[in-house]
């Protein structure tokens, strides 16, 4: 009865031992082996097509790289790293087990573009202007489009709001949006006259008067308090 018991106790411990390999084993396999290391990463848009080295710029910048155990892989830190990238709008990384990573990437879209004048001195060539009013510079180039921003880069949102905002025909007639101020901000049309729009509320009620009062062709309108609509400087309309 003695050996039974002793012959227990010892198929016990060596099964002990040998689940406690086998954790081991695992966890190495999954957090320090090549097995389930990265041997494939890609790089998807959203949107359009990314230059080769728009797409090694989203790899390097995530930080991941081929060989890493995918486990270790922070796919929520790498994810915010790539959103601060300004011309990435959303990023999204994914492990594919057992051995790929895929990050998917959307672009900002240009509504609006910044002259080099506006921001920087070492800027050389116009910035795209997103929805947001980030400013941004899209791989691979772009065609410019939208009207010219100006003014101060901290309205730059409501600036663009505004124009966002405007109906159509009236968008089409907007060649720069000034913003002096979040509150202050001015349209000017390509017949070269200056809408004082205001701040970025009421933007229906103030596009409806702004119809009405270009009926009269004149130097400026300010629809800045749309229930006190003004026009300025009136052009001789014969």
């Known amino acids: 009865w003695l050996s039974r018991q002793r012959l227990r106790r010892r198929l016990r411990g060596v099964s002990l031992i040998g689940l406690t390999a086998l954790v081991v084993f695992g966890f190495w396999i999954v957090w320090f082996s090549p097995w389930l290391a990265v041997t ?19 790899i390097v910048t995530s930080g991941i790289s081929l060989g890493m155990p995918l486990a270790r ?14 011309w990435i709008d959303q990023a999204e990384v994914r492990r594919a087990w057992p051995d790929a990573v895929v990050i998917a990437v959307a672009m900002r879209q240009p509504v609006a573009r910044a002259e080099p004048s506006e921001l920087f001195d070492d800027e050389v060539e116009p910035l795209a202007v997103d929805r947001n009013g980030v400013l941004f510079s899209p791989p691979g180039g772009w065609e410019e489009a939208g009207p010219i921003l100006r003014g101060d880069r901290a309205a730059f949102g409501d600036a663009v709001r505004v124009f966002m905002d405007l109906p159509e025909d009236l968008a089409g007639k907007v060649r720069i949006v000034q913003a002096v101020s979040s509150n202050d901000i001015r349209l000017q049309l390509r017949d070269e006259a200056i809408v004082r729009w205001g701040d970025a509320r009421d933007g229906e009620l103030k596009a409806r008067v702004l119809k ?9 309108y300010d629809v800045s308090t749309p229930d006190l609509p003004s026009i300025f400087e009136t052009k001789d309309n014969r």
């Open 212 to 220: 009405v009062l270009l009926k009269e062709k004149a130097e400026g």
């Open 73 to 86: 892989i922070d796919a929520e830190q790498a994810t915010i790293q790539l959103e601060e990238v300004a």
């Open 40 to 58: 494939k990463l890609s790089v998807i848009s959203l949107d359009r097509e990314l230059p080769d080295q728009a797409q090694n710029d989203v």
